[in-house]
């Protein structure tokens, strides 16, 4: 436990180890409070408060990042949540709902996490704007759901979308569109924050611009940036004002997180009387789910705990199915008041993830970024509702986007929901290969999207394209090595095959 100090000759004790690591840490602080304080001047004078924000953000977090080491978990805390702190959705759901469902509908707003980019499906521009089904976007669905629940029940449910700078543009231009539907829209921008050198720790910009060679010096951080960005833009404010009291928040690309009114009933007229400021929807998980986040009662509270907090020796029984059998969703629905005496109070308290990124030149960056979901320890009465799998439909590869755009799924007002004709109530599991990763790759290799009420599972590998009428059922694996090719022609029917091997059809 001696640490040996170069060039003093002598080793040095613990006490004196720990003395010396917070002074480079005092140092290193005052380095990267230096580095920011010129970045700051170098914002045009209307951009000035808004920078200044969003660096004194970045500086409080660089901070708790130097404290914080190592997982942030004592894996022998970490309990199975009590029975009644995760309550089942058919209980919730049996309770029915009021007559007065409306006034209870004009509390609500729906928040959409829309800060990505549809780089990872080989588009340009943000996610949101990716069309999912018969030319709607994901933005297109959360409209016309909130439209057709305002028109049913004569409510005024606004649209809250978080955007990021990649994002906000973009979709401030689409939201003309949307100009006569019965939906107010707001938006609001999550901070921006500096990329550090991996080895220097210090901000990679130079300067405030973020355009050229300066965008990869900054990025979004993380869906936790949404309860400092959303107070500090004044929308907290406002709708409060106007009478709001909770928050559906969700990922929109997750095609399944729609307002359900049964949850809704359940946190304006609890069965005890008192509320919960924290709602998260959790759902039971499968095969493919094991890094998902899951609920555990650690130190008396409610806590999320994600697989980059589990130490190394812990990762397999963090993933192991028995003992943790649920995930977080990021369908969550929180108490507004809550939002802002938390935020007032600095009471906030997530953990820090640290992304690794390699810039396009080849230098190590590190973003650090944090987890609307881990803040649920920091509010009172949270709850776990075990929900559905349905209302988890994330779209984030083409294979989960072929599954939406299928006959599984029928399409009423906005929302997906399993079609009746499918036997079993289980998604198919499907793998496209990478000649299918980019959206116009994956539409250019589907002449129509095959028939798949009865398929279970879809593996496609290497240069295939699928004529018009297809229809998959069973087992289906089509495997084209390199420098072959695979035409499934039009209209055949593949049930429980295997397809190998080299099938042109060409035009006679």
């Given at each position: 436990g001696r640490l040996f100090v170069p060039g003093s000759g002598k080793a040095m004790s613990?006490?004196?180890?720990?003395?010396?690591?917070?002074?480079?840490?005092?140092?290193?602080?005052?380095?990267?409070?230096?580095?920011?304080?010129?970045?700051?001047?170098?914002?045009?004078?209307?951009?000035?408060?808004?920078?200044?924000?969003?660096?004194?953000?970045?500086?409080?977090?660089?901070?708790?990042?130097?404290?914080?080491?190592?997982?942030?978990?004592?894996?022998?805390?970490?309990?199975?949540?009590?029975?009644?702190?995760?309550?089942?959705?058919?209980?919730?759901?049996?309770?029915?709902?009021?007559?007065?469902?409306?006034?209870?509908?004009?509390?609500?707003?729906?928040?959409?996490?829309?800060?990505?980019?549809?780089?990872s499906m080989g588009c340009k521009g943000p996610k949101s704007l990716i069309g999912v089904r018969n030319e709607n976007t994901f933005l297109d669905l959360t409209v016309q759901q909130i439209e057709h629940l305002n028109k049913t029940y004569n409510t005024d449910v606004p649209l809250v979308l978080m955007n990021s700078f990649n994002t906000d543009e973009d979709t401030k231009k689409i939201l003309q569109k949307y100009s006569h539907c019965r939906v107010k829209i707001y938006t609001f921008n999550q901070s921006r924050y500096p990329r550090i050198n991996k080895e220097s720790l210090l901000p990679v910009a130079k300067d405030v611009s973020y355009s050229g060679e300066n965008t990869e010096a900054w990025y979004p951080p993380g869906h936790g940036d949404i309860y400092a960005?959303?107070?500090?833009?004044?929308?907290?404010?406002?709708?409060?004002?106007?009478?709001?009291?909770?928050?559906?928040?969700?990922?929109?690309?997750?095609?399944?997180a729609t307002v359900d009114l049964y949850i809704l009933n359940h946190l304006m007229n609890p069965p005890n009387g008192k509320r919960c400021e924290f709602v998260m929807e959790v759902t039971n998980k499968t095969r493919a789910d094991v890094k998902g986040g899951t609920l555990t009662q650690y130190e008396g509270k409610l806590r999320l705990v994600e697989i980059a907090q589990v130490p190394k020796a812990?990762?397999?029984?963090?993933?192991?199915?028995?003992?943790?059998?649920?995930?977080?969703?990021?369908?969550?629905?929180?108490?507004?008041?809550?939002?802002?005496?938390?935020?007032?109070?600095?009471?906030?308290?997530?953990?820090?993830?640290?992304?690794?990124?390699?810039?396009?030149?080849?230098?190590?960056?590190?973003?650090?970024?944090?987890?609307?979901?881990?803040?649920?320890?920091?509010?009172?009465?949270?709850?776990g509702i075990n929900v559905p799998r349905s209302r988890f439909l994330p779209v984030k590869t083409t294979s989960d986007l072929l599954l939406v755009m299928s006959?599984?799924?029928?399409?009423?007002?906005?929302?997906?929901?399993?079609?009746?004709?499918?036997?079993?109530?289980?998604?198919?599991?499907?793998?496209?290969?990478?000649?299918?990763?980019?959206?116009?790759?994956?539409?250019?290799?589907?002449?129509?999207?095959?028939?798949?009420?009865?398929?279970?599972?879809?593996?496609?590998?290497?240069?295939?394209?699928?004529?018009?009428?297809?229809?998959?059922?069973?087992?289906?694996?089509?495997i084209a090595n390199h420098g072959d090719r695979i035409d499934i022609p039009p209209g055949a029917v593949l049930e429980n095959k295997i397809v190998s091997g080299n099938l042109r059809i060409l035009d006679h």
């Amino acid at each position: 436990g001696r640490l040996f100090v170069p060039g003093s000759g002598k080793a040095m004790s613990q006490d004196g180890a720990s003395q010396f690591q917070e002074v480079i840490r005092q140092e290193l602080e005052l380095s990267v409070k230096k580095e920011l304080e010129k970045i700051l001047t170098t914002a045009p004078s209307h951009e000035f408060e808004h920078t200044k924000k969003d660096l004194d953000g970045f500086r409080k977090l660089f901070h708790r990042f130097l404290q914080e080491k190592g997982p942030s978990v004592d894996w022998g805390k970490i309990q199975r949540p009590p029975e009644d702190s995760i309550q089942p959705y058919e209980k919730i759901k049996a309770r029915g709902l009021p007559d007065n469902i409306s006034s209870v509908l004009n509390k609500l707003v729906v928040v959409k996490l829309n800060g990505g980019l549809g780089t990872s499906m080989g588009c340009k521009g943000p996610k949101s704007l990716i069309g999912v089904r018969n030319e709607n976007t994901f933005l297109d669905l959360t409209v016309q759901q909130i439209e057709h629940l305002n028109k049913t029940y004569n409510t005024d449910v606004p649209l809250v979308l978080m955007n990021s700078f990649n994002t906000d543009e973009d979709t401030k231009k689409i939201l003309q569109k949307y100009s006569h539907c019965r939906v107010k829209i707001y938006t609001f921008n999550q901070s921006r924050y500096p990329r550090i050198n991996k080895e220097s720790l210090l901000p990679v910009a130079k300067d405030v611009s973020y355009s050229g060679e300066n965008t990869e010096a900054w990025y979004p951080p993380g869906h936790g940036d949404i309860y400092a960005s959303f107070y500090n833009s004044g929308l907290l404010d406002t709708l409060i004002g106007e009478g709001k009291e909770y928050i559906f928040v969700s990922n929109i690309d997750n095609l399944g997180a729609t307002v359900d009114l049964y949850i809704l009933n359940h946190l304006m007229n609890p069965p005890n009387g008192k509320r919960c400021e924290f709602v998260m929807e959790v759902t039971n998980k499968t095969r493919a789910d094991v890094k998902g986040g899951t609920l555990t009662q650690y130190e008396g509270k409610l806590r999320l705990v994600e697989i980059a907090q589990v130490p190394k020796a812990h990762v397999d029984e963090f993933k192991s199915v028995s003992k943790f059998k649920i995930f977080n969703t990021n369908n969550l629905w929180i108490s507004l008041a809550a939002v802002k005496r938390l935020q007032e109070q600095n009471a906030i308290d997530m953990e820090i993830i640290v992304n690794p990124k390699t810039l396009d030149g080849g230098l190590n960056v590190i973003q650090l970024e944090t987890a609307v979901g881990a803040a649920i320890k920091s509010f009172e009465n949270s709850l776990g509702i075990n929900v559905p799998r349905s209302r988890f439909l994330p779209v984030k590869t083409t294979s989960d986007l072929l599954l939406v755009m299928s006959n599984l799924y029928s399409l009423n007002a906005g929302s997906l929901t399993m079609s009746e004709k499918r036997e079993f109530p289980t998604v198919p599991l499907v793998k496209l290969g990478s000649s299918f990763t980019k959206v116009q790759d994956y539409l250019r290799r589907f002449e129509s999207i095959p028939d798949m009420l009865e398929l279970d599972h879809l593996t496609v590998s290497g240069d295939v394209t699928f004529g018009k009428n297809v229809s998959l059922k069973g087992t289906v694996i089509i495997i084209a090595n390199h420098g072959d090719r695979i035409d499934i022609p039009p209209g055949a029917v593949l049930e429980n095959k295997i397809v190998s091997g080299n099938l042109r059809i060409l035009d006679h």
